[in-house]
C-alpha cells in the first residue's frame, strides 16, 4: 500500500512536467503566428514606441516577460498596458530584431515609418 502514494506523486509530476512543455509549445506556436505592429508616438517632448499584439495572440504570449526583456536589452523603461508593450524611446528598427531573436515571425512583424504626435487633453 505504501507503493500506491508514490506512484500517485510520480504520475502527478509527470502530468505536471508534460502540461509544462505543452505551455512552452503553445507560446513558440503563438510568437510564430502573432501579428504584431510597432510604431513610435511623440507625448510631449519624448518619444515613445508601442509594440501592439494582436489581442488573441496576446493571451497565450507572456507579454510581461517580453517587455522585461526589451527594457533591458534596450536600457530603457518601458510597460504592458492592455495588449501592447510601451517602451521609452524610438527603439524601432532594434525591436523588430530583438523580437526576431525571440522567435517570433518576421512576415507578422510591421513597422509603421510615421511618428504619431499625442495632444494633451
Do not use: C, W
Amino acid at each position: 500500500m505504501d507503493n500506491k502514494p508514490n506512484q500517485d506523486n510520480v504520475i502527478d509530476q509527470l502530468l505536471s512536467s508534460i502540461s509544462g512543455s505543452d505551455n512552452v509549445v503553445s507560446e513558440s506556436i503563438a510568437k510564430e503566428q502573432a501579428l504584431i505592429r510597432i510604431r513610435v508616438e511623440k507625448r510631449r517632448a519624448h518619444y515613445v514606441t508601442i509594440i501592439e499584439v494582436d489581442s488573441n495572440d496576446a493571451k497565450s504570449i507572456n507579454l510581461e516577460e517580453v517587455a522585461k526583456q526589451l527594457k533591458r536589452k534596450l536600457a530603457a523603461g518601458g510597460t504592458v498596458k492592455d495588449n501592447r508593450i510601451e517602451i521609452q524611446g524610438d527603439h524601432r528598427y532594434k525591436i523588430r530584431k530583438l523580437l526576431l531573436e525571440e522567435g517570433f515571425n518576421e512576415d507578422n512583424i510591421f513597422i509603421d515609418e510615421n511618428i504619431t504626435v499625442v495632444q494633451n487633453k
